[in-house]
């Protein structure tokens, strides 16, 4: 018997996540969240600071791919890529626990982002940049972990969590973690994370290869209360996925198997962090948080050789003595850094400003070894940066924030030597109608220094200098409404709000096979619109994005253009121990790509729903079962591959089919 049959008549499967969309009226306090969920909070919902969804998931996509204005591209597990209307993350500020995600490409088939979200206690998404405080083209993420402290229940100084999780298609893994006090004002957290996955169907019922293999996940972090309004925390973590992987976990099956037939490369890949956080909470006066931190990706794989006996590197530029036809390939990134960020809160007369000030510096550098020899340029790029902004609250409905911020970087790498600073500025608006309907613009200057080259590429050594490049620059406007509004419609509370927004990049770099250049004028425009309904026990929200792109000199749109989605979200408290959620998910079909391979983007629609039982038998045990794509339905996400190769076929990056999954967690 089908075993996907046997777990559905089982468990009656619904989807594995659980969704909430809760307004400030609604929810006045977040602490009733269940502590092993994770909190997304993003600005493109923009109801209200306590608009938060909660989910548990095992991928990005499934925590973050609904959000109006963000997807999630890449099915394999090295290759999750977060895109904000069209950018990709290297032009995002992502951070994790305060420490910088590198923003240089690790190679061009795989992504830069090796995050659990298990562990992720919470995830606060930028839609767009329209606040000095972040530094990026497109927006930010910034992911924080859990704390020992925040697993504590009951008064208890000890605990720990077991889970387990059954996916049909096609992994098996759980967690161990342990938690408590050591002393009365200091916390640990000790957590392991393991997946075992193996070659997953897409809706086509086509099987997948090489994405067979393991992840492991360990963070420890420690944390003191040195006074009542300081702490100290130091944690370590560490990310490591290994297997037999595609020469391409980017391309589907098809374009892999016609150019590489099954061959696979043993391949592994870290990441390793370890962050020195402090706090400093004086109330209104001041709040501080810096972190000290190293962050190191690590790439090793050994390419060939191949069935074919054809080679897996161009000779051109290989150290010298070495074979074209296999060898092992290790490239390493490394990110050292301080960032620190505050807050204070000020009153003078009947005017108060909230100032949020602070700076970061931070040094990447790359290095490469074909069989361990130095491939190519060792490379290292410099950032520094200071910024302030004031909301100043005049009052009586209305809020103006200006921003300024300071931009240095210094760029020593393989296009040559190239130092820039840049001032840019922010100016937001926001006016309350009445106590229902705000009103809000921004308008904030963009600037972003010339990246690392393609750290893993085989053209690394041969790219062609290009001391005349210029740093991106240019501005992001927004304009739009929220209006939040109880007891209306039939409903405890309403939430309405619209984002328009016009994005301007100046001399938008792009790199080619040889070279890096500036193209020109990018300009992208769209909106996001949402709107939620909640009665009693029933949560609901209904988004819309749409986002379109142009380069002044082409006229061709952006590669990742995401276009059109919709998304639906529905979570109904059966009993106080009992959720379902019921998540859809449709996309429009785009056809505006770019020239050359790039293919029509297809409209696709997928559908996943949950339940969620706390039995009260069993008090610390949660069981969530469900089904993911229920229909089964065959599509790639708008910002994967999608291209077609004469003689190789489509590189489309099908997402996985129906998948049953059950979690079983329990608290001691």
Same mark, same amino acid.
């Given at each position: 018997?089908?075993?996907?049959?046997?777990?559905?008549?089982?468990?009656? =499967?619904?989807?594995?996540?659980?969704?909430?969309?809760?307004?400030?009226?609604?929810?006045?306090?977040?602490?009733?969240?269940?502590?092993?969920?994770?909190?997304?909070?993003?600005?493109?919902?923009?109801?209200?600071?306590?608009?938060?969804?909660?989910?548990?998931?095992?991928?990005?996509?499934?925590?973050?791919?609904?959000?109006?204005?963000?997807?999630?591209?890449?099915?394999?597990?090295?290759?999750?890529?977060?895109?904000?209307?069209?950018?990709?993350?290297?032009?995002?500020?992502?951070?994790?626990?305060?420490?910088?995600?590198?923003?240089?490409?690790?190679?061009?088939?795989?992504?830069?982002?090796?995050?659990?979200?298990?562990?992720?206690? !919470?995830?606060?998404?930028?839609?767009?940049?329209?606040?000095?405080?972040?530094?990026?083209?497109?927006?930010?993420?910034?992911?924080?972990?859990?704390?020992?402290?925040?697993?504590?229940?009951?008064?208890?100084?000890?605990?720990?969590?077991?889970? +387990?999780?059954?996916?049909?298609?096609?992994?098996?893994?759980?967690?161990?973690?342990?938690? &408590?006090?050591?002393?009365?004002?200091?916390?640990?957290?000790?957590?392991?994370?393991?997946?075992?996955?193996?070659?997953?169907?897409?809706?086509?019922?086509?099987? +997948?290869?090489?994405?067979?293999?393991?992840?492991?996940?360990?963070?420890?972090?420690?944390?003191?209360?040195?006074?009542?309004?300081? !702490?100290?925390?130091?944690?370590?973590?560490?990310?490591?996925?290994? &297997?037999?992987?595609?020469?391409?976990?980017?391309?589907? !099956?098809?374009?892999?198997?016609?150019?590489?037939?099954?061959?696979?490369?043993?391949?592994?890949?870290?990441?390793?962090?370890?962050?020195?956080?402090?706090?400093?909470?004086?109330?209104?006066?001041?709040?501080?948080?810096?972190?000290?931190?190293?962050?190191?990706?690590?790439?090793?794989?050994?390419?060939?050789?191949?069935?074919?006996?054809?080679?897996?590197?161009?000779?051109?530029?290989?150290?010298?003595?070495?074979?074209?036809?296999?060898?092992?390939?290790? &490239?390493?990134?490394?990110?050292?850094?301080?960032?620190?960020?505050?807050?204070?809160?000020?009153? +003078?007369?009947?005017?108060?400003? !909230?100032?949020?000030?602070?700076?970061?510096?931070?040094?990447?550098?790359?290095?490469?070894?074909?069989?361990?020899?130095?491939?190519?340029?060792?490379?290292?790029? #410099?950032?520094?940066?200071?910024?302030?902004?004031?909301?100043?609250?005049?009052?009586?409905?209305?809020?103006?924030?200006?921003?300024?911020?300071?931009?240095?970087?210094?760029?020593?790498?393989?296009?040559?030597?190239?130092?820039?600073? %840049?001032?840019?500025?922010?100016?937001?608006?926001?006016?309350?109608?009445?106590?229902?309907?705000?009103?809000? @613009?921004?308008?904030?200057?963009?600037?972003?220094?010339? %990246?690392?080259?393609?750290?893993?590429?085989?053209?690394?050594?041969?790219? @062609?200098?290009?001391?005349?490049?210029?740093?991106?620059?240019?501005?992001?406007?927004?304009?739009?409404?929220?209006?939040?509004?109880?007891?209306?419609?039939? @409903?405890?509370?309403?939430?309405?709000?619209?984002?328009?927004?016009?994005?301007?990049?100046?001399?938008?770099?792009?790199?080619?096979?040889?070279?890096?250049?500036?193209?020109?004028?990018?300009?992208?425009?769209?909106?996001?619109?949402?709107? @939620?309904?909640?009665?009693?026990?029933?949560?609901?929200?209904?988004?819309?994005?749409?986002?379109?792109?142009?380069?002044?000199?082409?006229?061709?749109?952006?590669?990742?253009?995401?276009?059109?989605?919709?998304?639906?979200?529905?979570?109904?408290?059966?009993?106080?121990?009992?959720?379902?959620?019921?998540? =859809?998910?449709?996309?429009?079909?785009?056809?505006?790509?770019? =020239?050359?391979?790039?293919?029509? #983007?297809?409209?696709?629609?997928?559908?996943?729903?949950?339940?969620?039982?706390?039995?009260?038998?069993?008090?610390?045990?949660?069981?969530?079962?469900?089904?993911?794509?229920?229909?089964?339905?065959?599509?790639?996400?708008?910002?994967?591959?999608?291209?077609?190769?004469?003689?190789?076929?489509?590189?489309?990056?099908?997402?996985?089919?129906?998948?049953?999954?059950?979690?079983?967690?329990?608290?001691?």
């Amino acid at each position: 018997m089908d075993k996907s049959r046997v777990l559905l008549s089982a468990i009656t =499967s619904f989807a594995i996540f659980s969704t909430h969309i809760l307004a400030d009226e609604a929810v006045k306090n977040v602490e009733s969240v269940d502590v092993w969920d994770t909190q997304i909070i993003s600005s493109s919902l923009n109801l209200g600071e306590n608009s938060i969804e909660t989910k548990q998931a095992d991928h990005l996509s499934d925590l973050l791919r609904d959000l109006p204005g963000v997807d999630v591209g890449g099915t394999h597990s090295i290759n999750n890529r977060i895109n904000i209307r069209g950018l990709q993350d290297e032009n995002l500020d992502i951070t994790l626990d305060g420490a910088k995600i590198q923003n240089a490409n690790m190679f061009h088939h795989i992504g830069n982002l090796l995050i659990n979200p298990d562990i992720l206690k !919470r995830a606060n998404i930028q839609v767009g940049t329209n606040s000095v405080v972040n530094g990026s083209l497109g927006g930010s993420v910034a992911f924080e972990t859990k704390d020992g402290k925040d697993m504590l229940t009951d008064g208890k100084n000890y605990g720990a969590r077991i889970s +387990t999780t059954y996916e049909s298609n096609d992994s098996l893994g759980g967690s161990l973690s342990a938690y &408590g006090k050591v002393f009365e004002n200091a916390d640990f957290l000790i957590y392991h994370n393991y997946l075992n996955k193996n070659n997953w169907k897409d809706g086509n019922g086509t099987e +997948t290869f090489g994405v067979d293999g393991e992840v492991n996940n360990t963070l420890i972090k420690f944390g003191v209360n040195l006074t009542d309004n300081q !702490r100290l925390s130091l944690s370590y973590d560490t990310l490591k996925d290994e &297997g037999d992987y595609a020469p391409r976990p980017d391309f589907g !099956r098809e374009y892999n198997e016609a150019r590489t037939g099954l061959d696979t490369f043993p391949t592994e890949y870290t990441r390793e962090t370890i962050i020195l956080k402090h706090e400093l909470d004086l109330d209104d006066k001041l709040f501080l948080t810096t972190s000290i931190y190293s962050n190191e990706n690590e790439l090793e794989r050994y390419e060939g050789p191949l069935s074919s006996g054809s080679r897996v590197r161009p000779p051109a530029g290989l150290p010298a003595g070495t074979s074209s036809f296999e060898g092992m390939l290790i &490239g390493k990134v490394k990110t050292e850094g301080i960032n620190s960020k505050a807050q204070s809160f000020v009153e +003078t007369g009947s005017i108060s400003h !909230r100032f949020t000030y602070g700076g970061l510096y931070d040094k990447q550098t790359s290095k490469v070894t074909w069989e361990g020899k130095k491939y190519g340029d060792d490379e290292e790029a #410099k950032s520094l940066a200071f910024y302030i902004e004031d909301a100043i609250d005049f009052n009586n409905g209305l809020i103006v924030t200006p921003g300024i911020r300071y931009n240095n970087y210094d760029f020593d790498g393989s296009y040559g030597k190239m130092d820039d600073s %840049e001032v840019t500025y922010g100016l937001a608006t926001e006016y309350s109608v009445n106590e229902d309907l705000t009103l809000f @613009a921004s308008a904030t200057t963009l600037f972003k220094g010339v %990246e690392m080259v393609d750290v893993l590429a085989s053209n690394r050594a041969v790219v @062609a200098d290009n001391t005349n490049l210029k740093s991106e620059t240019g501005i992001n406007k927004e304009i739009g409404f929220k209006y939040i509004k109880n007891n209306i419609l039939g @409903a405890d509370t309403i939430g309405v709000s619209f984002t328009y927004f016009n994005t301007t990049i100046d001399d938008y770099i792009f790199q080619d096979s040889s070279a890096m250049s500036n193209m020109g004028e990018l300009d992208i425009k769209g909106f996001e619109a949402n709107f @939620a309904y909640n009665k009693g026990n029933l949560n609901s929200l209904l988004t819309y994005a749409h986002s379109s792109s142009n380069f002044e000199r082409t006229g061709e749109p952006l590669i990742e253009e995401p276009g059109d989605s919709i998304s639906l979200g529905i979570d109904y408290k059966l009993t106080p121990r009992l959720d379902i959620s019921w998540e =859809s998910l449709f996309v429009l079909k785009e056809d505006d790509v770019p =020239s050359g391979a790039y293919q029509e #983007k297809k409209a696709y629609d997928v559908h996943d729903i949950a339940l969620k039982w706390r039995p009260e038998s069993v008090k610390d045990l949660t069981v969530i079962a469900g089904v993911e794509n229920i229909f089964d339905k065959a599509y790639s996400s708008h910002i994967s591959e999608n291209r077609y190769f004469a003689g190789y076929g489509y590189t489309t990056d099908y997402e996985p089919g129906r998948n049953f999954k059950i979690t079983l967690a329990y608290k001691f």
